[in-house]
């Protein structure tokens, strides 16, 4: 190479102070959240998305933002953990997009919190969700999903369906987490329960959307029927929300005991 | 001898056309049939006067503790799985009789239903399933059991259920339960007395 060497110099001199600033930064990033693992915390519903409505008007949507706020808080304040919520104002998020955001983060927990609706008002109580799996069918997609080698499954994302198979991989996220769910379902209920005093409608299984994807222990919370004008009344009441956060907080953190 | 031939020509002529006649008729209204139905060309002629019913348990809501309690109705028995299939769908929006509730909002209406040969029911109804339904996970589970169950409980060639909305499949009712894939019936949630 003949270069000439005043123009090696002209080169090095900012090449250098952007590798340096390269590397100040990614120290920077990697101190500030080295230690920090992530929970993320998921407000149902938000935007046009209003949730379950109460006989007073009160909406789904902004209880859950509210219990969420407070979760967060609860947490970052006695426990090493960073929290990402998916939302933190009154805005849509598809459900794509709640789990992508537990998989970004590279969360360790993600908790779906919700408030019930029925069709009439006897319906009460609270219970948590965890991943169900139709069984025949999803032994099928493992299948598939085995059968495919890496460089197949790339030559088949090169294909239109790319949307297709990336969900299809997604949807399996949640399957190698099921046990974990459940453990951390039933820590929160239990904390539900003892907080809360409404009936224990115990811990539940069902096929939720925005469950299927998420690539750490997941679950849903369902606190209280909004569609029950009495426990409506319990959930507007800031006391109340703290109270759920509280629950919560401690399932979590008697959960977390477990696997450390 | 070209008389004769003649006659013979014109019968002839005349016989086909009176089979292309009769061909096109019956091709015709085998279009108007819903697909999935059976022809039964043998039986509707011969008309039964009187319509034999058959006992199916459909499945409705129990509010207090969200359990599916069974309730048995009659419904006109027919040979189209497909039809017996209708009739339990318009029972179950028309509601219960002993005071349970239909986990289908009563606006809903049944738009077209399905089965295919592997037993799936394609269940598609009215945008009024999603508008009038409440949300909430405890109405969405119950709203999807309540069909499920009912149908698979009562007619055999009927495995899984998918639901669809006004033709098109949908995320979930209210934000809840995914209802990109069929049901298997789940009878754990049907109250044991």
Redesign the interface.
């Known amino acids: 190479m003949n270069m000439p060497k005043r123009t090696v110099k002209v080169l090095c001199g900012p090449g250098l102070v952007l590798l340096a600033l390269v590397l100040a930064l990614s120290a920077a990033g990697a101190s500030g959240s080295k230690e920090l693992k992530t929970i993320v915390i998921d407000p149902?519903?938000g935007g046009m998305?209003?949730?379950?409505?109460g006989k007073f008007g009160t909406l789904?949507k902004n209880i859950t933002l509210a219990v969420s706020f407070k979760l967060k808080a609860l947490i970052e304040q006695n426990l090493p953990y960073r929290v990402v919520l998916t939302r933190d104002k009154d805005i849509d998020v598809s459900?794509e997009n709640r789990s992508a955001i537990a998989n970004n983060n590279d969360a360790v927990l993600f908790i779906s919190i919700?408030?019930?609706?029925?069709?009439?008002k006897?319906?009460q109580g609270s219970?948590t969700?965890f991943l169900s799996l139709?069984a025949?069918?999803e032994e099928t997609r493992k299948l598939a999903y085995m059968e495919n080698t890496s460089s197949e499954l790339e030559k088949r994302i090169e294909d239109e369906n790319k949307d297709e198979v990336k969900t299809i991989l997604w949807d399996m996220a949640q399957s190698a987490y099921i046990k974990q769910s459940s453990q951390l379902a039933e820590e929160i209920q239990k904390e539900l329960n003892i907080f809360l005093g409404t009936e224990n409608?115990g811990i539940k299984q069902?096929?939720?959307?925005?469950l299927?994807g998420v690539a750490c222990p997941a679950i849903?919370v369902?606190v209280a029927?909004?569609?029950n004008p009495e426990e409506e009344q319990k959930l507007i009441k800031d006391d109340f929300q703290r109270k759920v956060a509280e629950a919560i907080y401690q399932g979590l953190k008697k959960y977390t005991k477990l696997f450390s | 001898m070209d008389r004769t031939k003649a006659i013979l020509f014109f019968v002839l002529v005349f016989l086909l056309v009176v089979l292309a006649f009769i061909f096109f008729k019956n091709s015709g209204s085998e279009r108007i049939k819903k697909p999935g139905e059976i022809p039964q060309s043998a039986v509707s002629t011969q008309a039964p006067i009187e319509k034999s019913t058959r006992k199916v348990t459909l499945f409705f809501l129990r509010e207090e503790d969200s359990q599916l309690v069974p309730e048995e109705r009659d419904i006109v028995s027919d040979p189209s799985t497909v039809r017996e299939a209708e009739a339990v769908i318009a029972e179950l929006i028309r509601g219960s009789q002993t005071g349970l509730v239909s986990s289908l909002p009563a606006e809903t209406k049944l738009v077209q239903l399905f089965i295919t040969k592997e037993g799936v029911a394609y269940v598609d109804f009215s945008k009024d399933l999603v508008d009038k339904h409440p949300s909430g996970s405890a109405a969405e589970i119950s709203t999807v059991y309540s069909i499920v169950n009912s149908l698979a409980y009562n007619l055999k060639p009927i495995k899984k259920v998918f639901i669809l909305i006004e033709g098109e499949e949908r995320e979930t009712l209210g934000g809840h339960i995914s209802l990109d894939h069929p049901f298997l019936p789940d009878y754990s949630l049907i109250v044991k007395e």
Do not use: C, Q, W, Y
């Open positions: 149902g519903h998305d209003l949730g379950a409505k789904e459900m919700h408030t019930n609706g029925s069709f009439r006897k319906a219970e969700f139709d025949p069918d409608r069902a096929p939720f959307k925005v299927k849903l369902e029927f909004i569609s």
